[in-house]
């Protein structure tokens, strides 16, 4: 899941403007291509002349351009370096958090899901009023099947802003897993509530299609999914996919 790069790029910059010689150092380290940004961050990890916050920066933006490059080892040892060095300069904010939560989601790429709830986890001890961890790891929940857990992470995604569009997905999600926790009846209000946030959503009308199913409303299921795969042609499959990541 190699996103995020440029909100992190962004976010581990902002507020501490190179030194006038640094400065071709660190725009390349910020560049698109990724030989030039390693070779570019590298240069600024080598010459150990930056202080320890500064250089975790360094170590942090090295890190994305390892997982553009598809290399989760090297993005994982960057990361660990710039959380030492956090740590050890004793920051503890919202930057440590992100930095949690990006090696968190480089270890759910690699297989290590258990790594990566560790590293979610501290990222919401750090940063508890950011739903970003407790969406991801929710989600990592749900692949090991340990549905309980998923609940209350996607339960407090939904408390942060029980009203907004962005949650349209999660209240599907939650919906799902009510169903797959056989409780489809207390699933139905969540089906409902993510069609009124975003009706277009071919995942939502396919979760409330098979909640209808199971509660024996077999009209309503099938013009629900005749509905969810006239927006999503591909939903059917994409929904089987996740259902199967999802069992133990």
């Given amino acids: 899941m190699w996103i995020r790069d440029i909100l992190i790029a962004a ?5 501490s403007a190179a030194p006038s010689m ?7 380290c910020q560049a698109p291509q990724n030989e030039q940004a390693l070779q570019a961050c590298t240069q600024i990890i080598d010459a150990k002349s930056e202080p320890p916050l500064r250089l975790a920066q360094a170590y942090n933006l090295r890190a994305v351009v390892h997982q553009r490059m598809s290399q989760p080892d090297k993005a994982i040892a960057d990361f660990s370096q710039a ?17 949690y939560f990006m090696r968190a989601n480089t270890y759910r790429v690699k297989g290590d899901l258990d790594q990566a709830i560790a590293d979610h986890s501290q990222s919401i001890r ?3 009023g950011w739903d970003k961890s407790y969406n991801d790891r929710g989600a990592i929940y749900f692949q090991k099947g340990d549905l309980s857990r998923a609940l209350d992470d996607i339960s407090k995604v939904i408390s942060f802003r029980p009203d907004s569009p962005r949650v349209a997905e999660s209240y599907a999600i939650r919906a799902l897993l009510l169903l797959r926790m056989g409780r489809p009846a207390e699933g139905l209000p969540d ?3 993510a069609i ?8 939502a009308l396919y979760i409330r299609a098979k909640i209808y199913e199971a509660l024996g409303r077999s009209e ?7 509905a969810a795969l006239q927006i999503d042609p591909r939903i059917a499959e994409q929904m089987n996919a996740m259902e199967r990541a999802g069992r133990p």
Avoid: C, H, Y
């Fill in 11 to 15: 976010l581990l910059v902002a507020g």
């Fill in 22 to 28: 640094a400065a071709d150092p660190w725009t390349d």
């Fill in 196 to 203: 009124a946030l975003n009706a277009r959503s071919a995942m």
């Fill in 191 to 193: 089906a409902d509530r």
């Fill in 83 to 99: 959380i030492q060095l956090m740590n050890d300069a004793g920051k503890s904010d919202w930057e440590l958090a992100f930095t």
């Fill in 126 to 128: 750090i940063a508890p």
């Fill in 220 to 226: 309503d299921a099938a013009a629900g999914i005749r």
